[in-house]
Nanobody, 123 residues
Framework: QVQLVESGGGLVQAGGSLRLSCAAS????????MGWFRQAPGKEREFVTF????????YYADSVKGRFTISRDNDKNTVYLQMNSLKPEDTAVYYC????????????????WGQGTQVTVSS
């Protein structure tokens, strides 16, 4: 079992930045690929980015490429999402998730999910 707790969300103006954190406890953190997803009101959950177990491989949705950066610190059991140049359309609840069998952009491939943190970008 892996427990994930996100933090760092909040209200920011368009063009601003936020850094989300996701702290993991339980089984060996380095054994899991990690992903970030988001869900805006009235919309389905969508993939944002993932990072491989070692941190050597990352992948981003086109909508965030060049603005968001995922990273992880396996010594601290934490994955981060640095979000720059935020836009109102980035407003959503952001979730981190852990996958046992490798990095993927598909939500159903993830085994554990955090409770989410709200990000609101004002125009």
């Amino acid at each position: 079992q892996v427990q994930l707790v996100e933090s760092g969300g909040g209200l920011v103006q368009a063009g601003g930045s936020l850094r989300l954190s996701c702290a993991a406890s339980g089984r060996t953190f380095s054994g899991y690929a990690m992903g970030w997803f988001r869900q805006a009101p009235g919309k389905e959950r969508e993939f944002v980015t993932f990072i491989s177990r070692s941190g050597g491989s990352t992948y981003y949705a086109d909508s965030v490429k060049g603005r968001f950066t995922i990273s992880r610190d396996n010594d601290k059991n934490t994955v981060y999402l640095q979000m720059n140049s935020l836009k109102p359309e980035d407003t959503a609840v952001y979730y981190c998730a852990a996958a046992r069998y490798g990095a993927t952009s598909l939500a159903h491939d993830y085994d554990y999910w955090g409770q989410g943190t709200q990000v609101t970008v004002s125009s």
